[in-house]
């Protein structure tokens, strides 16, 4: 699987600052290799009505991705929309789908 993994990929978690207020911030220094993706067009259906280009990525198993967090790979941020952990054998990777322009 880590063969696959081409692209460079961070990740922002959303992080209180005070009582009123948050931010996303970076989940520190880390960068993460991703294999990065369009989806067919049976996959984009299923997310029907989301506003922004969706892709599929996938990460090795280890990523801390959560839901709700933001993935930024060349510059560009991405809003995390699905997670999904695949287990076939001793091959094991998330599959996260996000959208750009949130």
């Known amino acids: 699987m880590r063969y696959f993994l081409d692209k460079t990929i961070s990740l922002k ?3 209180g600052k005070d009582i009123n207020r948050s931010v996303f911030s970076a989940t520190g220094s880390a960068s993460y290799l991703a294999s ?3 989806p ?3 996959k984009i259906a299923m997310f029907e ?3 922004g280009k969706i892709f599929v990525c996938f990460l090795d198993i280890c990523c801390p991705i959560q839901a709700g967090d933001k993935l930024v790979k060349d510059g560009v941020t991405y ?4 997670i999904k952990v695949n287990e076939f054998g001793s091959t094991h990777y998330k599959r996260v789908i996000v959208v750009s322009g949130d």
């Open 40 to 42: 067919s067009p049976d």
């Open 36 to 38: 990065w993706q369009e």
């Open 49 to 51: 009505g989301q506003i």
């Open 79 to 82: 809003g995390v929309r699905d």
């Open 13 to 15: 978690r959303l992080k």
